[in-house]
């Protein structure tokens, strides 16, 4: 009997459409290359051990509730899954046609004031005819990864309502680029009046900006929904859930620099705010997604990239570090924080796919 490889698995995922509610599937779209392993059915078990007139040891156990847990990564992101993920969690896309294009669509990400999800479908193919499909998925919290001389990462963590049934669909990977640091700049700024990001790398959408890119050696943006998967089922919803609702969320952003000079220590000490972008645009013109949009010929006015501003970050701790024969540095923890105007992301990713979780 042959044994079944990894590399074979699939994962496919409604990402143009979502559910109409959170029971009934949506038709899969795009499969995504994943780094990460399988997802699983999770059943919640209790036995009768803490029943008396019974034996030394339990003699039965049942289903309480289950959920899906999928850990969805992929080691060099692609702006469709960036924007799928990103989109899933924070809660709000809203995809337009930039000026002067007639295939890219950008991709603002903005973060939704209700506590409900819009829910997605998700289909894996573990190995010839063994394929499942889970109903009722949602994308509770994500880690963006970017270090020098390294591709950006996405690692996100899905949970699924219970739902599965067999699955038969088999669609391709939309074709795009990974995204690399190479191609980054990060700034650091006075604050953010609302403004749409170019895809100038010369020029940043935040105030008061400088460009820090020579001296960042690693950036970690986390973004946590901490769903409480304990009050999603409830009354009359058999061993499935009945909601899908965030928690109250968090957010930090990590990074370690090339020490310059104490002005990272300072805004720790003085918790001064800053305003930080970052701007990675790939060297490749978009193509089109069909059927939406046409995939040739290649878009020239822009390429394959990505843009997130967080409008308020304080520091938490910045600090130095280099024993001999080190580089000294700065290692900040920061702590993302709501601005009061423009929430506390943004994000906005250019591609050629027509729209998200519509």
């Known amino acids: ?28 779209d795009s499969l995504i290359r994943v780094s990460s392993e399988p997802g699983n059915i999770v059943p919640e078990v209790e036995d009768d051990s803490d029943l008396v007139g019974g034996t030394e040891e339990p003699t039965t156990q049942e289903v309480s509730v289950r959920n899906y847990n999928l850990p969805l990564d992929q080691s060099k992101v692609k702006p469709n899954t960036l924007a799928f993920v ?56 994500f880690t963006l990864d970017g270090e020098r001389r390294n591709f950006f990462s996405l690692s996100s963590q899905v949970y699924g309502s219970g739902k599965y049934a067999t699955g038969t669909a088999d669609v391709s990977e939309v074709s795009e680029v990974s995204i690399h640091t190479r191609n980054a700049v990060v700034f650091f700024g006075t604050g953010y009046a ?96 069909p059927p939406f949009n046409p995939a040739t010929p290649l878009d020239t006015e822009y390429n394959y990239g990505f843009t997130v501003i967080w409008p308020k970050v304080q520091y938490v701790t910045a600090n130095t570090a280099g024993a001999a024969g080190d580089r000294v540095t700065v290692s900040i923890v920061g702590k993302v924080l709501d601005d009061g105007t423009y929430d506390a992301a943004r994000a906005w990713v250019w591609n050629g796919v027509f729209d998200y979780l519509q």
Not at 12 to 19: F, N
Not at 234 to 257: I, K, P
């Open 86 to 141: 990103l989109g899933a969690a924070m809660g709000t896309v809203t995809s337009t046609t930039p000026a002067a294009s007639d295939v890219t669509r950008l991709h603002a990400i903005t973060q939704k004031a209700a506590t409900d999800f819009d829910t997605f479908t998700v289909e894996e193919l573990f190995a010839t005819s063994f394929q499942r499909k889970y109903i009722g998925c949602i994308v509770d919290s």
């Open 194 to 289: 609302g403004g749409v990001p170019t895809q100038s790398k010369a020029s940043a959408t935040i105030a008061g900006s400088s460009d820090e890119s020579a001296n960042i050696e690693s950036l970690s943006w986390g973004y946590n929904n901490n769903v409480d998967l304990d009050f999603l089922p409830y009354f009359n919803t058999g061993v499935t859930w009945g909601r899908a609702e965030r928690g109250t969320r968090s957010q930090t952003l990590d990074m370690t620099m090339l020490f310059q000079n104490l002005d990272e220590a300072d805004n720790a000490l003085s918790q001064t705010a800053v305003a930080i972008e970052v701007k990675a645009i790939s060297e490749t013109a978009v193509a089109g997604v």
């Open 1 to 28: 009997m042959a044994t079944f490889l990894g590399r074979s698995r699939k994962v496919m995922l409604s990402m143009r459409t979502k559910q109409s509610n959170l029971a009934t599937a949506a038709t899969v």
